[in-house]
């Protein structure tokens, strides 16, 4: 299912923190277990995430950047979402960090989703 997110980003050359909302995929999946070992237990394993299936990235500006750095950002927008194994090669599968990720250590600037190209995956 599809959700509103805000992305929190701190660019330290530029000294912003900017807020950006966009929308990731989240949601309860058919997910199974067993308490078989070896090989044999594998087979019964069935663990999947609520994954995007198709992704858009964004272009935004980073407002107060110096004039010898690239103000544009790219950051991800999910269209659309769906049960799946998760990829390690395209996705992080686990939320392992400790350091929470809804909000900066800067001062805040807000922008908002523009209406800017979008790069398809």
Not at 6 to 13: L, N, Q
Not at 34 to 46: C, D, Q, Y
Not at 50 to 69: E, I, K, M, N
């Amino acid at each position: 299912m599809l959700k509103n997110h805000t992305i929190w980003i701190e660019r330290h050359d530029c000294a912003q923190c900017v807020a950006i909302n966009t929308t990731i995929c989240s949601g309860y999946c058919y997910t199974q277990d067993t308490n078989l070992k070896g090989r044999f237990g594998r087979t019964f394993l069935i663990q999947r995430s609520c994954v995007p299936r198709s992704l858009v990235y964004r272009a935004a500006r980073f407002p107060g950047c110096p004039q010898d750095v690239n103000p544009q950002l790219y950051y991800p927008e999910a269209r659309c979402c769906r049960c799946n194994r998760c990829d390690s090669r395209l996705l992080h599968c686990v939320r392992s960090s400790r350091i929470p990720h809804d909000r900066c250590t800067m001062a805040h600037g807000n922008l908002k989703n523009q209406n800017q190209p979008a790069l398809e995956t």
